[in-house]
Each structure stands twice: as structure tokens, then as C-alpha cells.
């Protein structure tokens, strides 16, 4: 676990506000923050995690007077009597959350497969891992999770929609249209890619993966050798601005009869011409409208 968190990055994995956290400090002594010669705010791994279960008190109708009143094992026996309500994400999602910080496996695991089990695979991708992910994403960027963590939990995630993926048993459909996923090189962010192609797989679609780091020089053979209509690709944390442009001038001049699909944080940044064939999508529901509308014949 890393040694210190900001308060800012309290608040964004809380929900409480900082300006709310310093009252709760000065008035209820909730949280002991070690401070720095000039007197900013460090917040220990222990402090995170008993943040994160005050957070989840108040949320769910304590008042901060009574939860500043509890003793740690009372705290922990409500708050394990409200995650026992698996009906609901946001819940579920603070439990990940824990489970992430403690590198708690056996739990990561527990509330993926009742999720999975209960609720069905894609609803448990996008309304509990996607939130779950934007929720620590801010984490990512400013380096607050230490890499450790940033494994464990993606890998975990990783191999659940892989092993969905293996599971698939419908032969593709070769009168559909076809697409190949990717991500540019230097780009390795691939769970998102990885829904792509349960969604497309699971709609009988033929798709080709390629994955992580991909040089455009080896998606143009294989768009070219299998004459393939459409691409998706995910740029995440890269190419930067200079870099993308680069490559979607690229994509735009070599693939130009191809319908080029791109998304992630990057894309979402760009204020500079792109070829005709390129489109830029928000998030993964307008890639299920695409393929939907893909599965029905409309444009």
C-alpha cells in the first residue's frame, strides 16, 4: 500500500468533500492527517480505509456524530451489514474498492462472481466495473495507487472477461460486418478493448483481436489480408495530442475505404481535423449502439 494519500485524493475516492473532511477533522477528530513543513495534509493507507467506511456510514443514513462515536469494531459490523445488501452497485462498488486497497483477492473475486452470477455478465460490467474504474481513474493519472494494486485489480478483471470471452459458443456470422480491435502502441489500458470483443463476439460478428501496443504498419496487413470493414481502437492514456494526431492522419490516409471507431480519455481531447472515416465515440454505450444498430442493419 502506498505511504500517503493528499486530501483531494480522499475526496475523490470518498465523495466527501475536502472542505468537509477538515470539519470533520477539527470537530470530530474522525481522521489524524501527519502534515508537512508547510503544513499540507498527508493521509496514511489506514486513514483511506477508515474514510472510505465512514463514507459509506453517512451515505447510507448515519450521522456523523454517531459513526464519530463508534468503536472500529462497531464501525466494521455495520458496515459489513450493509455491504450484505448486493442489490446495490454503489455499495458494491466501495467493496471493490476496499478489496483493492487490501489486495484482498478472495473478496475481489466474490463480488465479481455473485455479480456475474446474479445480475448477468454485461450488466455487471458496465454498471459496476466501469464506475468502479472511473471511480480510482483519478488515482491512476496522479500516481496514488501504487502499481501493485493497479495490477492486482485490473488483472482480475482482465481474466474474468477473458474467461467470458472463452466461453462464447456462437460461430461468427460472415454476412455481418466485420471488425479488428486494437490499441496503439505505447497504449496498454485493454480492458475496455476486451468488452469490445465479448460484445461483438457474443453477437456472432467476426472479429479480430489484436490487443495491447499495436503499430499501425501490422493492423494495416491485417485489415488489407482479411479486407475487414471496421476498426476500434482505445487510447487511453496514449498517444498524447501530438502523437494522436500523428496516428489518425496516419490511420486516415492508409486505411481510407476502412470505418475507423475511437475512444478513450485521449480522443476525447483532440481540437484537430480528422479524416472522414474516423469516428470519435464518448464511452461503451455508444459502442453497443453501434454494434446493435450494426445487428440490425441500420447505418
Known sequence: MINTYSIKEL?????????????????YKLLNPKRTATNIRNYSGEDLKKLLKISLLNKNGFKISRIANMSNPEMEEQVINLMSDTSRFDLQITALTNSMIELNEDRFEEIINFNIESKGFEPTILELVYPFLNKIGYLWMS????????????????????SEINTISVKANYDKPSFVLYLPEGELHEIGLLFCHYLLKSRSFPVTYLGASTPVKDLM?????????????????????????????????KLPNTQIYLTGMQCKKINFPISNNIKILDDASELMEIIENSSTGES
Open 143 to 162: 500516481g496514488s495507487i501504487n502499481p501493485a494494486q493497479e495490477h492486482f485489480m485490473t488483472n482480475l478483471i482482465r481474466q474474468k472477461i477473458i
Open 11 to 27: 475526496e475523490h475516492l470518498s465523495g466527501i468533500k475536502a472542505h468537509t473532511l477538515r470539519i470533520w477533522e477539527q470537530r
Open 221 to 253: 496487413m491485417v485489415v488489407n489480408y482479411k479486407e475487414i470493414q471496421n476498426v476500434f481502437g482505445m487510447c487511453i492514456c496514449y498517444p498524447q495530442k501530438k502523437k494522436l494526431q500523428k496516428h489518425m492522419d496516419e490511420l486516415g490516409k
